[in-house]
């Protein structure tokens, strides 16, 4: 019985390991224009 | 780095006159083309996209990727006439994005006959609310084709929504700015720039902006190689009041390092919800793609009033 709780202990951290690493930030990019005006040969 | 592409809005037509303007109609048709060909998810309708009306944008982007979208325009019934928002998956994130329009009787927008723009706030607040609850989303933009001053009351009372991209006004490029709950972006304007939002997403809260923590950064350094000037030369400076002199400057440079340092430090590390705004300027130095310009020039040959 004294081996459960390690054994358990370390199959939750190998099961959760991946669920900790896929908490990792997401990042992502977001492009925006706006006020284009009908604009397609945009000088100056 | 997976990327969404949208557009706040007033993208279509100069003025609200350019609907007698026969060359203003094939550079709408273009430049819709061009955000269905270039990838963008979303944009919102602006009173300047409603020139040629509802239907001339519907028989444009029937069965198109793009979504138009509006939370506050209705027909002459009260029936409303676009999505008010569209959900997607972008780099393993779900992400909302709404659309809203000036709202009827605004002073500073004019809507055509038969169109009804519903107050703005009302709208966006029930529709922040079910892609909170019932979509789930972890993001929230909101392309918002209003005047200026109603952006800004959107950006401060609009529980739920992390960014207001604004468009109508023409205001250019600018710093995003933290107005009450959410994040206020100008997006550019004419096609002479595009905004560039960098997110990092970690948990929930409000999203914190880099670019102070990031200038104090790059001035540190600048100061740090002056300072490393000013001890070079004080190395071989033998004229006692110019050492003097050298020394005040390096005490002034070495305090100026010290606060720069002590700003980067207080912005913390780069974690939880951050983003940082930059802005790609489309100039001559920019390549054209070259099957886009022959398009462009069909439409605007070189040397017309317009290009």
Redesign the interface.
């Known amino acids: 019985m004294a081996l459960r709780a390690p054994k358990l202990a370390a199959l939750a951290l190998l099961l959760l390991l991946p669920l900790i690493a896929g908490?990792?930030?997401?990042?992502?990019?977001?492009?925006?224009?706006?006020?284009?005006?009908?604009?397609?040969?945009?000088?100056g | 780095?997976?990327?969404?592409?949208?557009?706040?809005?007033?993208?279509?037509?100069?003025?609200l006159a350019?609907g007698q303007d026969s060359s203003?109609k094939p550079?709408?048709e273009?430049?819709l083309e061009q955000l269905e060909a270039q990838g963008y998810t979303a944009m919102a309708v602006g009173q300047?996209d409603l020139v040629l009306g509802v239907d001339f944008l519907k028989k444009k982007t029937k069965g198109a990727k793009l979504k138009l979208l509006s939370a506050n325009l209705v027909d002459a019934k009260g029936q409303p006439l676009f999505p008010a928002s569209v959900v997607t998956m972008?780099?393993?994130?779900k992400v909302g994005i709404m659309g809203v329009s000036p709202a009827s009787g605004d002073g500073a927008a004019v809507l055509p006959q038969g169109i009804r723009g519903l107050p703005v706030g009302p709208a966006v607040s029930a529709e922040v609310k079910r892609l909170r609850q019932k979509e789930q989303v972890s993001l929230v933009?909101l392309?918002a084709?209003v005047p200026y001053v109603e952006a800004v009351k959107l950006a401060q009372g609009a529980e739920g929504v992390d960014?207001v991209?604004?468009?109508?006004?023409?205001?250019?490029v600018g710093m995003a700015q933290r107005q009450g709950v959410s994040t206020l972006?100008?997006?550019?304007?004419?096609?002479?720039?595009?905004?560039?939002?960098?997110?990092?997403?970690?948990g929930t809260g409000p999203f914190a902006d880099l670019s102070e923590a990031n200038r104090a950064r790059d001035s540190q350094r600048m100061v740090e190689a002056n300072i490393t000037r000013v001890q070079e030369r004080l190395k071989t400076e033998k004229n006692e009041d110019t050492r003097r002199s050298l020394q005040e400057t390096l005490t002034s440079f070495e305090a100026r390092r010290d606060a720069l340092a002590r700003t980067a430090e207080a912005q913390g590390p780069a974690?939880g919800r951050t983003y940082l705004l930059t802005y790609l300027q489309?100039g001559a130095d920019v390549a054209s793609d070259a099957a886009v310009q022959k398009q462009?020039e069909r439409?605007?040959p070189p040397g017309s009033a317009?290009?």
């Open positions: 908490a990792a930030p997401k990042k992502l990019v977001l492009l925006f224009t706006g006020d284009n005006g009908g604009e397609v040969a945009p000088c | 780095m997976p990327v969404l592409a949208l557009d706040a809005g007033n993208a279509l037509f100069k003025t350019d203003a550079r709408a273009l430049v300047r972008v780099g393993g994130l933009v392309l084709a960014f991209v604004q468009s109508h006004d023409g205001r250019g972006v100008p997006p550019g304007e004419r096609g002479r720039q595009v905004a560039k939002l960098e997110l990092s997403v970690e974690t489309l462009v439409v605007e317009g290009h």
